[in-house]
């Protein structure tokens, strides 16, 4: 019967928030650069790329935490609207308006709360 109330709740993960903020912030930082040509920002794009799949990664690793993973694949797809998007977006386009890159930083920036969010509202071990 005890086996049976096996708690399925993430526990809190001090690097995986600390991971979130990070990210959020060179996001936010990156995506300002957006107004300037894509070819100049091609290893600062490669370097988010890798570290938004090891975020992915160490999510999709954590004991239920299928939400959070969730967030993360979205975040980094290509083809939705959030960082991924963006970010081929603006290699198809190589400079993106200061209109479009203030509003998709906004979307992002809320996307990422929500990561913060997900993760500092976990129990704690």
Known sequence: ???????LQAVYDE???QQA???KVEAKILMDKAT???ESHVSEVNELR?????AYEYAKGLPNNQETTRQ??????????LLGGFLKRWKQ???LSDGF???????????FTKIIELESGKRES
């Open 21 to 23: 903020v990070s990210l």
């Open 1 to 7: 019967m005890i086996a049976g109330c096996t708690n």
């Open 50 to 54: 890798k570290e938004l799949n090891k």
């Open 72 to 81: 993360w694949k979205i975040m980094k797809s290509p083809n939705r609207n």
């Open 36 to 38: 300037t040509p894509y």
């Open 93 to 95: 386009e190589n400079t």
């Open 101 to 111: 890159v203030e509003e998709a930083n906004e979307l992002v920036s809320e996307a």
């Open 15 to 17: 690097q995986a928030y």
